[in-house]
């Protein structure tokens, strides 16, 4: 487990030093993200997706949605259980606490791992997951951070890895994947590799953008909270929910490496252009990913056991 887990991580710290050399700059930031999000996420989907065999269970379609969508629920109702516990000079500050809680990584972190883990239909069944995760980030985003109408919401989620995920969907309703041209399965192939590297250096380079606003001793309470929940908590409920639902191998695979997941880096985004606390969401973000270091490893290896599930494609 622990070889499977770090390398995700060192690709992060790589995205770390890259920063601290000036190697990336901020500048890039933009265009890196616009590329990755726009062409390379989108080729990475549908080369997982495109002829999954798992997708031809309808279940694999229509159910992992709603359970991606029902975690990061699950998680914000946890979170705003314990928000009074957590000082706050501001508003803003529980509210963004509350939202970097339910939110976990549920790309860049988890892909890799579905990969080296388990196989590429466990990967397609965590492509059509993330549609749920994704509502779930706009439509609670928007509402918890800005204070906007949820009808807002809709409009942001239907984004380019969401459309190709869509797009895919129907062309495996339409054609075999032995039907399009090799050429473009190839080009498309080699495009999508370089979505998990590049998102995991990104990672990397805004933790070390947001560094200096880690303040352990002011934010001592923030960060234990979100380990407590984040690492401690939600897992036994993500697995539970996984050994309790009538669903696919494929999916119940997901919603395990979903219950291992820090949280995600995203909201530092959100809260900065939302009016949330992007302090809060920095130390969050930190202390559930240094400690997920350690939990990650472990929360997989007892999951399986529990679950039952078996490594390998």
């Given amino acids: 487990m622990l070889q499977a887990v770090a390398p995700v991580f060192l690709v992060v710290f790589a995205g770390w030093i890259m920063r601290r050399l000036t190697w990336l700059t901020e500048e890039a930031d933009a265009s890196l993200l616009r590329m990755t999000i726009n062409l390379l996420m989108p080729c990475l989907i549908v080369d997982s997706l495109l002829g999954s065999k798992a997708l031809g269970d309808a279940r694999n379609v229509w159910i992992p949605p709603l359970v991606g969508f029902g975690t990061v629920t699950l998680g914000l109702l946890a979170a705003m259980t314990v928000q009074r516990l957590i000082p706050a000079r501001q508003t803003a500050t529980r509210r963004t606490f ?16 579905a990969l080296s883990l388990f196989d590429r239909e466990t990967a397609a069944v965590l492509f059509v997951h993330n549609i749920g995760v994704e509502l779930a980030l706009w439509l609670f985003g928007l509402t918890l951070l800005a204070g906007r109408r949820l ?14 995920i869509l797009a895919t969907l129907v062309l495996n309703a339409a054609i075999r994947r032995e039907q399009v ?13 370089c979505a998990i590297p590049m998102g995991l250096i990104l990672i990397g380079a805004v933790l070390k953008d947001h560094a200096r ?9 923030v960060m234990l909270w979100a380990c407590v929940l984040r690492l401690g908590l939600l897992p036994v409920l993500f697995l539970a929910l996984a050994r309790a639902l009538p669903v696919s191998i494929e999916l119940k695979r997901v919603i395990l490496l979903q ?3 820090p949280a995600a880096v995203f909201p530092i985004l959100m809260a900065r252009q939302y009016g949330g606390d992007a302090t809060t969401a ?6 559930t990913t240094v400690g997920g270091l350690v939990t990650i490893p ?3 290896r007892l999951g399986m056991a529990w679950l039952g599930i078996s490594g390998g494609s």
Avoid at 282 to 287: D, G, K, L, P
């Fill in 298 to 300: 472990l929360w997989l």
């Fill in 282 to 287: 920095v130390r969050v973000v930190v202390a």
């Fill in 98 to 113: 509350v939202y970097s809680v339910a939110l976990y990584n549920y790309g860049y972190v988890p892909l890799p791992l």
């Fill in 181 to 193: 041209p090799a050429v473009v399965l190839g080009s498309v192939h080699w495009l999508g590799q």
């Fill in 151 to 164: 009808r807002e919401g809709w409009t942001r989620v239907f984004n380019p890895p969401v459309l190709a």
């Fill in 259 to 261: 219950a291992a997941m």
């Fill in 213 to 221: 606003d880690f303040a352990s001793r002011q934010g001592g309470r």
